[in-house]
């Protein structure tokens, strides 16, 4: 596909969102190099999320916004050398920039009534649930007439001398080293004083544990030490310590990781490192759609599925404690030693 002139495609991908949700894009820009070898593939990201995506070789060129530019900024974003935009996620004032923009094909979903801003649209309702967000990405392709078929899991890309520093951080611990990722955005979170007890559980049983996370996140848990039973020395603690790309190369550096379904998940996923993830049971936290494409266990609470968290008004209000820190250990042990590919768990 060649616009008049005979030149190759530029087409922009615009998904400008959380580094899991980016991630789980990067399947889209894999498929349109397959189908579109010279088109030049741009990515419009976030800007905190953007060094995720870095060094990965189907994107030519990536693009940042904060969320605070002026609509004469975006639409001057959009004329910069775009022939076609597909909006991975419909969002409404990128989408009418471009409309102004005057991008000549501009895809997204037709089930919007800002929709009508695109010329090209896909009719596939997600709130359904029934395929993998990797899966409804790549179809948005189909308003660029292509047909990708089998979907591809995303993958991230570490530079060498990248490895080589998360190797060097993690040198010397015990093995299996497991990094735990306490916080993330979730309606729900497994408890930090659990994640705390988990701390020492995996470091009694000979786990070399390594702590991951934002300031903020840091802030959280050490507010929930326990002076009397302090976190044991050997405990490598890099919360509020890691950018982006460090967080990643000690995650690959690792043998497995314990979160949310959060960001780090996905990483791990992504990097090949098998994950323990800890899923709450609304509807729209469906493994189906979100979990990690990876190895590993993905653990959800044997409680109905909701529609959304009401906390402690629902019955099941203490839905994600019902998992227990010896539950947790007793998967870490395994995906360490016997790596599979990943699974859902009710427990």
């Given at each position: 596909m060649r616009v008049k002139d005979g030149s190759p495609m530029n087409v922009l991908l615009a998904r400008p969102d959380g580094i899991g949700d980016e991630i789980l894009c990067l399947p889209v820009a894999s498929a349109l190099r397959l189908l579109l070898p010279d088109a030049r593939i741009i990515f419009l990201s976030s800007e905190y999320a953007a060094p995720i995506l870095d060094h990965h070789p189907d994107l030519d060129?990536?693009?940042t916004i904060t969320g605070r530019e002026s609509l004469r900024e975006l639409v001057a974003l959009f004329r910069r050398a775009i022939d076609a935009v597909v909006f991975l996620k419909p969002?409404?004032?990128?989408m009418w920039a471009a409309f102004l923009a005057r991008v000549p094909i501009r895809v997204a979903t037709g089930y919007r009534w800002y929709s009508l801003l695109a010329n090209r649209r896909v009719y596939e309702h997600r709130k359904d649930f029934s395929k993998h967000e990797t899966a409804y990405n790549v179809g948005m392709l189909a308003?660029?007439?292509?047909?990708?078929?089998?979907v591809s899991p995303p993958n991230l890309v570490l530079a060498d001398a990248e490895r080589a520093w998360g190797q060097a951080q993690l040198r010397g611990m015990p093995t299996p080293r497991v990094v735990l990722h306490p916080g993330g955005f979730a309606a729900r979170r497994w408890r930090v004083e659990q994640y705390y007890s988990?701390?020492?559980?995996?470091?009694?049983?000979?786990?070399?544990?390594?702590?991951?996370?934002s300031q903020a996140e840091a802030d959280m848990f050490n507010q929930h030490v326990n002076?009397?039973?302090?976190v044991p020395a050997s405990v490598l603690n890099l919360m509020g310590q890691l950018s982006l790309r460090e967080l990643m190369a000690v995650i690959a550096a690792s043998h497995a990781?314990?979160?949310?379904?959060?960001?780090?998940?996905?990483?791990?996923?992504?990097?090949?490192?098998?994950?323990?993830s800890l899923f709450d049971p609304r509807r729209n936290n469906l493994p189906t759609r979100w979990q990690p494409l990876g190895k590993g266990i993905v653990l959800r609470p044997d409680v109905p599925t909701c529609e959304k968290c009401i906390y402690d008004a629902c019955p099941y209000w203490d839905c994600l404690d019902r998992i227990t820190v010896e539950t947790v250990a007793r998967q870490v042990m395994e995906v360490t030693q016997q790596?599979?590919?990943?699974?859902?768990?009710?427990?």
């Open positions: 060129e990536i693009r969002f409404k004032r990128l308003g660029l007439g292509l047909q990708p078929g089998i988990l701390v020492h559980e995996l470091n009694r049983k000979g786990v070399g544990v390594v702590l991951t996370g002076s009397d039973v302090p990781v314990v979160s949310g379904a959060t960001g780090p998940a996905h990483i791990a996923a992504a990097c090949g490192v098998p994950n323990v790596p599979a590919q990943l699974r859902v768990v009710h427990v």
